[in-house]
């Protein structure tokens, strides 16, 4: 089967992650002695995220690094002025010492937050920890802390593995949330047969998830099936892709209610032209420019989108799980999970 490589759908660009190496501020011996401990965690966590990190879509994630240890306001401002340029929508506070709490924390409250305190011999790592996450709290400041179970030596410049597992899971989630921010959710349709899950609660999406919701009615396929507002070539390759792949079920009906083979092949072809224009609704196709659709083409920059019609079980499976020849696959199921998380 031919897939395409990864690449970003959307039209938002794709968040990094950003590492905060913050230090105990203080000169004369105490921050010259941990400029290099404080700047090694950063190091060492920005290889372990981009090793076992990646974007929903398959695209390696990046790590930014504050450019210096940052031991009070005017170095944090520095480092928020960097991750502004560079896009970043995660950040990861690391330090293995006491720090100025207030100081040295991340104060933006729409960047999903965690901090690594080390659990050192030598430095009050969970002291800074346990200061900042306080800080956090009091501000209203969502923060996750990471703290490994296990005491280790101050000059130990290894991850535990219950640290690696936090530091990981919180990636996950952060990007997840910051992925969705100014991307939209589109419902295809209206509520079918009196199914409540089918009704959209935009200020759900709109106050939690940062996502706008846009509507298209479910007309809207019956026009590109009539004008044939899809890729043609691609369709071919899907149709035999799902002949091919996709076996069919026994048909239990009585004999008079079955449905003849030429209206079974006339269903079969009209769920993958859905699957296909759901897609293009979604996030877009250039070839629909091609053919004179320049609106159509740009679709709704949809990270997400659901419909309810009897059944097309079979449409909504093959967005979310799928690739249909080249057709990318666009569910994005699980990082809501993983914002879930991230946004409690």
Request: with cysteine; charged share 25%; proline share 4%.
């Amino acid at each position: 089967m031919t897939t395409n490589p990864p690449s970003n759908r959307l039209r938002t660009a794709l968040p990094k992650i950003g590492i905060r190496p913050t230090i105990d501020g203080r000169y004369g011996g105490v921050r010259e002695s941990l400029e290099d401990q404080v700047m090694g965690m950063a190091e060492a966590t920005a290889q372990l995220i981009v090793a076992n990190v990646r974007h929903a879509c398959g695209l390696p994630v990046k790590v930014v690094i504050a450019d210096s240890c940052i031991g009070g306001a005017a170095e944090a401002a520095d480092c928020a002025e960097k991750f502004r340029r560079e896009g970043v929508g995660v950040t990861l506070t690391v330090t293995p010492c006491w720090c100025y709490g207030s100081e040295t924390m991340q104060m933006d409250p729409t960047v999903p937050t965690a901090v690594w305190g080390f659990n050192g011999t030598a430095r009050p790592g969970a002291v800074y920890l346990a200061a900042v996450l306080a800080g956090h709290a009091q501000k209203g400041l969502p923060a996750f802390g990471i703290y490994g179970r296990d005491v280790q030596d101050g000059d130990d410049g290894t991850i535990p593995a219950d640290v690696s597992e936090k530091i990981i899971r919180f990636a996950k989630a952060g990007l997840a949330a910051a992925t969705m921010r100014g991307t939209s959710y589109l419902a295809m349709g209206g509520v079918s047969m009196g199914i409540a899950g089918s009704i959209v609660d935009q200020p759900l999406f709109e106050e939690y998830f940062g996502m706008r919701v846009e509507s298209v009615d479910m007309t809207e396929f019956v026009r590109r099936f009539d004008r044939e507002i899809y890729d043609r070539e691609e369709y071919s390759r899907a149709l035999a892709w799902v002949k091919e792949n996709c076996p069919e079920g026994e048909d239990r009906n009585a004999p008079a209610g079955q449905r003849s083979r030429e209206d079974k092949d006339r269903d079969w072809e009209r769920s993958v032209k859905m699957a296909l224009i759901a897609r293009d609704m979604m996030i877009g196709n250039p070839k629909l420019a091609e053919l004179g659709f320049k609106e159509e083409a740009r679709g709704h920059n949809a990270i997400v989108g659901g419909f309810v019609i009897a059944g097309q079980a079979f449409v909504d499976q093959q967005r979310k799980t799928v690739r249909v020849g080249d057709v990318d696959c666009v569910g994005q199921c699980a990082i809501f999970r993983r914002a879930a998380i991230c946004l409690q």
